[in-house]
């Protein structure tokens, strides 16, 4: 039968990435870990992780257990606030990407942090990230964008449409929309290879026979549109985006908007801190659904 303390070196594994820090963080040493993580493997009959350098990724036993492991740890300590309520809930843990952090979400966030019933922790994840999060229970709730997985209670945010950002003197910025076409006349900043909207973009323009003309490499809004800024290119932004002074964006036709939700895993339903957070969430989402709106009509009388 395994024991309550292999499950925790397991999550601690988790949350810390390698043996070494989980080790110190647990106060045993590093064999000492090693031991009680292939003691679960065995007592499980299947393999927990695999290294990749000197981290550990998970597999998916691995995955389910780290969850139990922490849904384990979250209800003693919820019993125990019960029972004291001198001992400190848990933080709640949100997992986002930046630019949902940035935009979507910051409203949430600040008015949890103010009058939220427990602490809040974040981590900044991309969208594969996040579901990492969820399924290890490393995080209670996640935001994406794109169709969510069929593991987890979900629920939609908002659709947010994608913006051509340019300085206001461009050319393009007479215009109310802009074509798909466009697109592939003008150099744009974009994300690396293999980030999701400019695999979206790159297919969209190859369906009609063009191509996606690439001046920058940038991750995150914030570094793409001060890229912008310097007049190195045009960028598609999503439309929940503050721009930075002199840039203004228009509407692109033939782009369809993306679709976030609000994820939780299903045994959270009745996890009292989890669905405050998600309630703030989607409260607030009326304060960055209008910011497109004022932005759009301030871009298209500047």
């Known amino acids: 039968m395994p024991k309550l303390e292999w499950f925790a070196a397991l999550a601690a594994l ?16 590093q064999p000492a870990l090693h031991a009680q993580v292939r003691k679960l493997s065995d007592a499980l009959g299947v393999p927990l992780y695999v290294r990749q350098g000197r981290r550990v990724a998970l597999t ?13 740890d979250r209800r003693t300590h919820d019993l125990m606030h019960e029972l004291d309520a001198s001992v400190a809930r848990d933080p709640v843990v949100l997992a986002a990407g930046e630019g949902a ?21 974040l981590l900044t994840r991309d969208r594969e990230g ?20 069929g593991d987890f209670a979900a629920q939609p945010l908002d659709d947010v449409a994608p913006l051509l950002a340019m300085p206001s003197r461009h050319p393009l910025a007479g215009r109310r929309r802009i074509p798909l076409a466009a697109l592939a006349e003008v150099p744009l900043v974009v994300a690396p290879p293999g980030g999701p909207l400019r695999e979206r973009v790159a297919a969209e323009l ?5 191509d996606l003309r690439v001046a920058v490499e940038a991750r995150g809004w914030e570094l793409t549109l001060h890229f912008v ?20 964006a228009r ?15 299903s045994e959270l339903g009745s996890h009292a801190p989890t669905q405050a957070l998600i309630e703030q969430i ?9 910011r497109p709106q004022r932005a759009i009509r301030r871009t298209q009388t500047s």
Do not use: Q
């Open 101 to 121: 952090m940035l935009y979507l979400v910051d409203e949430a966030i600040r008015r949890f942090v103010r009058h939220g019933p427990a602490p809040l922790s």
């Open 282 to 290: 989607r409260d607030s989402a009326r304060v960055w659904r209008d």
């Open 14 to 29: 988790v949350e810390h990435g390698t043996f070494t820090a989980a080790a110190r963080a647990l106060h045993i040493s």
């Open 251 to 265: 509407p692109i036709s033939g782009l369809p908007s993306v679709k976030y939700w609000v994820l939780a895993r």
């Open 60 to 72: 998916e036993a691995g995955m389910r257990a780290a969850a139990f492991a922490r849904e384990l």
């Open 130 to 149: 996040t579901l990492v999060a969820l399924r290890s229970a490393r995080a209670h709730v996640g935001v994406i964008a794109g169709e969510p997985p």
């Open 229 to 248: 800024s310097l007049g190195l290119g045009l960028a598609i932004v999503n439309a929940c985006c503050r721009l930075p002074r002199g840039i203004v």
């Open 206 to 210: 190859a369906a009609v026979g063009l």
